[in-house]
């Protein structure tokens, strides 16, 4: 399929899917309409909302808050799961004693955490961060861990034999093998940082994409809801782009997958 084929049938998804909800909120056709504008609101008043915002530009300082609180959540959560993934699948004693301690952490409910956080570092961005970082840290870390662990064996013995120190084989060997890996679960997290941020904003914060969302709801202004949601989709579907772009550039090694 050509990429601009791929393009107008992903746009015609979004205009169906667009019309349904205005012809649902602005006829009878499953029920009365002001109630189901009530709950769905409409496809206009939604964009009337966004364009508001983005005219005013009150968007502009929540959406600056939003991501910086989700960037430092994904860089220092992927970071460190990185690290720590390669790591202990490098040292599989160590691995193996910690592996019930990392489990039961990731099975940590993250909204039980949020308060803890604000406990712990009050109602600025590092509480918002904490929980973001809670979020994109597993994802990435069992992605990594289990990208090193499958590494071909037959390449790594070559390589051995071929006298590669420790340092060339992470470079040319175990690096490669779990790029794949890293940014199948990047594009993941990128997600989850975002989540963490405005989950933690819409608990207790004055600014980002979470308040919008926690205002506009405490006043059951639906239409400002859907706004703040599209936005915050928006939002991670451009830093996903930007993800794909590097991921494109790292592995352009890569074979380019068959597309039918």
């Known amino acids: 399929m050509s990429r601009g084929l791929l393009l107008l049938l992903q746009v015609a998804v979004a205009v169906v899917a667009i019309l349904l909800w205005h012809l649902f909120t602005t006829t009878s056709l499953v029920g009365d309409p002001s ?3 009530f709950f769905f609101s409409t496809p206009g008043a939604v964009a009337r909302q966004i364009w508001a915002w983005f005219a005013d530009g009150s968007i502009w300082y929540h959406l600056w808050i939003t991501l910086s609180e989700a960037v430092l959540a994904f860089v220092i959560g992927a970071l460190a799961a990185v690290v720590l993934g390669f790591w202990f699948a490098r040292r599989p004693r160590l691995a193996a004693v910690f592996d019930p301690y990392v489990k039961g952490a990731n099975a940590l409910p993250r909204v039980v955490l949020a308060p803890i956080f604000t406990l712990w570092f009050g109602l600025g ?3 918002k961060v904490a929980l973001g970082f809670t979020l994109v840290f597993f994802i ?10 499958e590494v071909n064996r037959t390449v790594l013995e070559n390589a051995r034999m071929l006298g590669m120190s420790e340092r060339q084989l992470l470079r040319h060997v175990y690096l490669p093998s779990a790029l ?3 940014f199948s679960s990047l594009h993941t997290s990128i997600g989850f ?3 963490g941020a405005v989950v933690g904003e819409y608990l207790g914060s004055a600014a980002g994409l979470g308040y919008l969302i926690a205002q506009a709801e405490g006043m059951f202004d639906i239409a400002g809801v859907f706004a703040g949601m599209f936005v915050l989709s928006a939002f ?4 996903d782009g930007l993800v794909t772009v590097i991921e494109r550039r790292l592995l352009v090694w890569r074979p380019a997958p068959d597309r039918h």
């Open 35 to 37: 109630r189901m504008q």
């Open 125 to 127: 961005i590092w509480s």
């Open 140 to 149: 990435v870390f069992f992605n990594v861990y289990q990208g090193v662990r």
């Open 180 to 182: 794949s890996w890293v």
């Open 193 to 195: 940082a975002v989540v």
């Open 236 to 239: 991670v579907l451009l830093i």
